[in-house]
C-alpha cells in the first residue's frame, strides 16, 4: 500500500512554468512505475508522463512532449513533473499515480493522489 499526496499546483501565465510533487507514503516507492495524469474539466482522464521503477525509462505523449519533464528520487519516495512552456490547454487537475508496469492506461494504476489543479491563463 502506497499512500500519495500531490502539490505544487496553481494559477500561471501562458508560456510559464510550474513543478509539481508527488510525495508517497508507506510501500518504498522504487517498488512501482509512476506516471502523472491529468483531467481536464469534462474531460477523461489521460497520461501525459510515465517513469519506470529506476527512472531509467520515460515516455510523454506528443501533446507535452519537450515541454513536461517527469524525474524521480526514490530515496526521498519523491516524483516530480516539470511543466514549462505551459499553454491554456494543460490546464486540469493533475494526478499522480503508481502501479506494477510503466504504461498509459489509467487502469494499470493502482494508487492514486488526490490531484492538484493547475490553471494557466492566456
Known amino acids: 500500500q502506497v499512500h500519495l499526496v500531490e502539490s505544487g499546483g496553481g494559477l500561471v501565465q501562458a508560456g510559464g512554468s510550474l513543478r509539481l510533487s508527488c510525495a508517497a507514503s508507506?510501500?518504498?516507492?522504487?517498488?512501482?512505475?509512476m506516471a502523472w495524469f491529468r483531467q481536464p474539466p469534462g474531460n477523461q482522464r489521460d497520461a501525459v508522463a510515465l517513469?519506470?521503477?529506476?527512472?531509467?525509462?520515460?515516455y510523454y505523449p506528443d501533446s507535452v512532449k519537450g515541454r513536461f519533464t517527469i524525474s524521480r528520487d526514490n530515496a526521498r519516495n519523491m516524483v516530480y513533473l516539470q511543466l514549462n512552456s505551459l499553454k491554456p490547454e494543460d490546464a486540469a487537475v493533475y494526478y499522480c499515480?503508481?502501479?506494477?508496469?510503466?504504461?498509459?492506461?489509467?487502469?494499470?494504476?493502482?494508487?492514486w493522489g488526490q490531484g492538484t489543479r493547475v490553471t494557466v491563463s492566456s
Open positions: 499515480a503508481a502501479g506494477p508496469e510503466t504504461v498509459i492506461n489509467k487502469s494499470a494504476y493502482d494508487y
Open positions: 508507506g510501500r518504498a516507492l522504487s517498488t512501482y512505475s
Open positions: 517513469i519506470n521503477q529506476d527512472g531509467t525509462f520515460t
